[in-house]
């Protein structure tokens, strides 16, 4: 018999209806966002939060945005339940799989939180598409976000560095300034829903700076893998999200291409300018 | 005056790197999972500490950065500002026909609900 991840593996969650990212909603339902909220470019959380600045009575918008995060909660619990199987076979410090079981039950919260606040604007699960695309739903996935999720699980240090620093550390951001938008809209149980997710999130980059440092101490290449690991998380959104400034964007991008650089020169040896791989 | 981060208190999120308007603090360029701020480019708007989570930024007064290179920092942060207002007035433009559409709507469901009465 296998261990608890090979069979977590072979049992791939599938939820009916399965999850609909975003980017692969079908005409109608697009239609359906278009008559909603103006279409599906809106339904991203600076635009939906300057929706709710404008008009802080219509509710529809208050639905996306709640539909928008909550869904990612729910991914989220599914994410780090299985990380707590999966790296039971890894080399990690017991304490890490305590803290991802510590960081499931916050997700669970983050979710009960989000889905009342969602039915307290008159909404229900469900309405609105799921903001992940990589959800771990075997049935939407595509073979590449299938490799890639793997390897993000089953490599603990690659798995703290993106998720756990990379994109809780973004998800800081979205919750004080939603918690900041319910104070300036006088919406007190918005304010406070999302202050207690940031709360939480405070703790999961915790969770992932500390272990990585003391996984990584003394250790160059694991450093250097959870640094390229998070400048990958980083590349994809830095150069989305408007509002970063342009020596942000050209750090990351810069540190990326060295990145690949010094992988090519690993794999087919010194560039022509004598460039040498730091191993 | 100066910012500067404590190390061993810092989880990496971060928060100040990506808030900074003139881009002032290190990361990936540092080499390790440490962030640091570029005395050279800090211009002391405090933000970066008011946006941190574990409070590990200090301020620090014996520094004082050359005032050619103080101009040019603040140029950048001018930069930030300016396309901050540019991206917020395309989404306001990009939404302004959905939520006049949709007050529209409230109105007549309003003038409705009235006459029913």
């Not at chain 1, 799921?130 to 699980?153: H, K, N, P, V, Y």
């Not at chain 1, 990379?166 to 202050?195: I, K, N």
């Not at chain 1, 160059?220 to 342009?246: D, F, H, I, K, Y």
């Amino acid at each position: 018999m296998g261990t608890l991840a090979d069979y977590l593996d072979t049992n791939a969650p599938r939820r009916n209806p399965p999850y609909r990212p975003l980017a692969t909603i079908d005409a109608e339902e697009r239609e359906r966002l278009q008559d909603r909220i103006g279409g599906p470019d809106n339904y991203a959380s600076d635009v939906l939060q300057q929706m709710i600045l404008e008009d802080p009575e219509d509710l529809e918008y208050k639905r996306a945005l709640a539909s928008s995060i909550v869904s990612a909660e729910y991914a989220g619990i599914d994410a780090f339940g299985r990380n707590v199987a999966r790296w039971e076979d890894q080399p990690v410090p017991d304490g890490l799989i305590h803290a991802m079981v510590r960081q499931t039950w916050d997700e669970v919260r983050h979710a009960r939180l989000g889905t009342e606040l969602l039915e307290h604007y008159g909404g229900t699960l469900g309405e609105y598409p799921d903001t992940l695309a990589g959800s771990s739903d075997a049935a939407t996935q595509t073979d590449d976000e299938r490799r890639a999720m793997r390897i993000r699980q089953l490599n603990p240090v690659v798995s703290l560095s993106s998720v756990n620093v990379g994109v809780e550390g973004a998800a800081l951001r979205l919750f004080s300034g939603v918690s900041r938008l319910g104070e300036r809209v006088g919406d007190q149980m918005m304010r406070h829903v999302y202050d207690y997710n940031w709360a939480d999130e405070v703790v999961h980059v915790s969770i992932g700076d500390w272990f990585l440092k003391k996984i990584a101490e003394d250790r160059p290449e694991t450093e250097a893998m959870a640094l390229r690991a998070q400048g990958m998380t980083e590349a994809g959104r830095v150069q989305v999200r408007r509002n970063v400034s342009e020596q942000v964007k050209l750090e990351v991008r810069e540190f990326m291409e060295g990145e690949t650089d010094r992988a090519s020169s690993v794999l087919v040896g010194p560039l022509s300018d004598g460039y040498e791989p730091d191993r | 005056m100066t910012y500067r981060i404590i190390a061993d208190p810092c989880i990496n999120c971060g928060m100040c790197r990506l808030s900074c308007p003139t881009g002032a603090i290190r990361y990936f360029s540092t080499g390790k999972r440490l962030h640091v701020v570029d005395e050279d480019w800090c211009i002391d708007c405090d933000i970066c500490r008011q946006v941190c989570p574990v409070d590990c930024i200090t301020v620090h007064s014996d520094v004082q950065p050359a005032p050619e290179q103080r101009a040019l920092a603040q140029d950048r942060a001018h930069d930030f500002a300016r396309r901050g207002r540019e991206i917020r007035t395309l989404v306001y433009e990009a939404i302004t026909p959905v939520l006049e559409r949709r007050r529209g709507v409230a109105a007549a469901d309003s003038i409705v609900r009235e006459e029913q009465r």
